[in-house]
């Protein structure tokens, strides 16, 4: 099991960015595909994106694409979600996650099996 710690969560306003990071334990290896998920209150959780170990597969919500970009440190086992042009609505708990996928190409696709996961930071956004 891979243990992962968010950070950089914080108060912005609308407009404003933040970088989220995800720190793992130890190598990711195992862990082929990483991703941020967000749930805000009465709110289902809902993947972000993700990223596959290689970075050539890339998920985005499309109610993020053009805003928000996953990248990862592999030297560092860091995972980071670059948001940018922050709204109201982005306001939410994010969740770092990893899970091992047979086709690292699945990481481009939405998921719900993702086995490890962080206990989050929060991203509150002012209007």
């Known amino acids: 099991q891979v243990q992962l710690t968010e950070s950089g969560g914080g108060s912005v306003q609308a407009g404003g960015s933040l970088r989220l990071s995800c720190a793992a334990s130890?190598?990711?290896?195992?862990?082929?595909?990483m991703g941020w998920f967000r749930q805000a209150p009465g709110k289902e959780r809902e993947e972000v994106a993700a990223?596959?170990?290689?970075?050539?597969?890339?998920y985005y919500a499309d109610s993020v694409k053009g805003r928000f970009t996953i990248s990862q440190d592999r030297t560092k086992n860091t995972v980071y979600l670059q948001m940018n042009s922050l709204k109201p609505e982005d306001a939410a708990m994010y969740y770092c996650?990893?899970?091992?996928?047979?086709?690292?190409?699945?990481?481009?696709?939405?998921?719900?099996?993702?086995?490890?996961w962080g206990q989050g930071t929060q991203v509150t956004v002012s209007s």
């Open positions: 990223i596959s170990s290689d970075g050539g597969s890339l």
């Open positions: 996650a990893a899970v091992f996928v047979v086709d690292i190409r699945y990481c481009a696709m939405p998921r719900t099996d993702f086995a490890d």
């Open positions: 130890r190598s990711t290896y195992t862990r082929n595909c």
